[in-house]
């Protein structure tokens, strides 16, 4: 069993900057996939960013060039540096990985960026 947990969110006006923290319960992000997902109330959660174990990254179209994935040196962590926010970014921002044949989640963190 893989635990997820997730830090770094907040309030922050909007051109502000927050890093999102994901660490799990042991060095997971060197073989598999690690994402960011974020949801808001009444809609569906969305992919935000990957990283895949060969160091490849994949972003929502809407994120691109101001959010990047990355991993952490111990391989359980997983980063997600938020630039450039905006209101419409509002949302909780959830850690998944996937480690044949389950998924894994954490419990999400609230990010807030007020019009």
């Known amino acids: 069993q893989v635990q997820l947990v997730e830090s770094g969110g907040g309030l922050v006006q909007a051109g502000g900057s927050l890093t999102l923290s994901c660490t799990a319960s042991a060095s997971i992000f060197r073989l598999n996939i690690g994402s960011w997902y974020r949801q808001v109330p009444g809609k569906e959660r969305e992919l935000v960013a990957t990283i895949y174990n060969g160091g490849i990254t994949n972003y929502a179209d809407s994120v691109k060039g101001r959010f990047t994935i990355s991993r952490g040196n111990a391989e359980n962590t997983v980063y997600l540096q938020m630039n450039s926010l905006k209101p419409e970014d509002t949302a909780v921002y959830f850690c998944?990985?996937?480690?044949?044949?389950?998924?894994?989640w954490g419990q999400g963190t609230q990010v807030t960026v007020p019009s």
């Open positions: 998944h990985t996937y480690i044949h044949p389950n998924h894994y």
